[in-house]
């Protein structure tokens, strides 16, 4: 919309650079042209704004398709005015003098005529083909006839519009009839699911009994070296056992040796004391059988003298003092005897 400022008899109007702007006087074309800036009489000139930038015009309708289901198409065309001339012969774009705003509503006429011809193609495609067609292909499909048709349309390029985009955003079956097509999806997801989670509880029910099995292994494996080492305790005991008895009878060897080589040597010195004793005996005795009685008897007073500590009474009777006296005598004249003949 152009801007428009009004002076006591004339008025100024600035219009952008999109906007494509005809000026007539007196029924007279005198100006045209974008981005226009000029002076004017208002009460004879008329003034008309053809805006030359892409303009969308956004589409949705309800379709039922072949198999009797309801379709919603939705979208936006975008098209653009490329012959101003044409289009205002066609569609009245003139404009208020004193506001700049369109006299009518041009643009709505417009965006009325395109949908209704969207509108009319993407109801032949939909009523062609069957929902699960349209919802598989539909986005592609319908953008490409929409956009066909619509180049194809004589009254468009009559208009002086041109064609510059086709976009389709969605194509949707009703609430009740999409839950009811996503369910065999959902239900084959849900299984998918379901048979992952049944993988991933026998994995995990699979390495549960891989560890129980490890875990048994090395408990057997444990037990085994137990009775390894029990075995190995009683065969350490064993021999030590064995090793002790064998010290101890080499030990009570040796000392039945020892006890058996000096109870020899022992024996032997008794022996050999014995034999001496013997010996000095018999020589004694034999002393002693060629010496007289008397003799005898003086060494047995003698011996019995050593033998005694006290005597308390001596009883000599005449019979043994005799013959001792006699003796005694001879033995005295046997000694003086010997003196005088030194």
């Known amino acids: ?28 074309l005198v100006g045209r042209g974008k981005g226009l800036a000029f002076w ?3 009460l004879s000139a008329s003034i008309a704004e053809i805006p030359m930038d892409d303009r969308e015009v956004p589409f949705l309708f309800k379709g039922r398709s072949q198999d009797h289901q309801d379709v919603t198409v939705q979208g936006v065309v975008t098209y653009r005015a490329v012959d ?11 404009v208020n003098l004193r506001s700049g705003a369109f006299r009518k509503q041009p643009l709505e006429a417009l965006a009325l005529l395109i949908v209704q011809l969207t509108q009319q193609l ?12 349209i919802l598989c292909d539909g986005f592609d499909s319908i953008r490409e006839r929409i956009w066909s048709g619509l180049l194809t349309e004589d009254s468009l390029g009559a208009m ?3 064609l510059v985009a086709v976009r389709v955003s969605a194509v949707q079956p009703t609430p ?8 065999p999806a959902m239900e084959a997801i849900q299984q998918r699911a379901d048979e992952a989670t049944f993988q991933r509880r026998a994995l995990a029910v699979e390495k549960e009994r891989a560890i129980a099995e490890n875990e048994l292994q090395t408990k057997l494996e444990l037990a085994r070296r137990q009775e390894q080492l029990i075995e190995q305790h009683g065969k350490n005991a064993k021999r030590e056992a064995l090793e002790r008895a064998e010290a101890e009878r080499i030990a009570a060897e040796a000392d039945a040796r020892n ?23 018999r020589d004694r005795m034999e002393i002693y059988a060629e010496m007289p009685s008397n003799v005898m008897m003086g060494l047995a007073a003698r011996e019995l003298a050593t033998k005694l500590k006290r005597i308390d009474h001596l009883n000599i009777a005449p019979d043994m003092l005799g013959p001792m006296l006699t003796n005694l005598v001879e033995a005295g004249t046997k000694k003086l005897g010997n003196n005088g003949q030194e």
């Not at 101003?84 to 003139?94: A, C, G």
């Not at 006890?259 to 005996?281: N, P």
């Open 40 to 42: 004017f009489w208002p």
């Open 259 to 281: 006890v058996r080589i000096e109870a020899g040597a022992e024996a032997e010195a008794i022996r050999v004391v014995e034999e001496a004793k013997v010996a000095a005996e």
């Open 84 to 94: 101003p001339l044409t289009l205002s012969n066609r569609v009245d774009f003139s």
């Open 176 to 183: 009740e009839l999409e839950r009811a097509l996503q369910m």
């Open 122 to 133: 993407a109801w032949q495609y939909v009523a062609t083909h069957e929902l699960r067609t």
């Open 1 to 28: 919309m152009s801007d428009i400022r009004a002076f006591p008899l004339l008025r100024h109007l600035r219009s952008e650079p999109t906007t494509f702007v005809l000026h007539h006087r007196r029924g007279k």
């Open 160 to 162: 002086g519009l041109e």
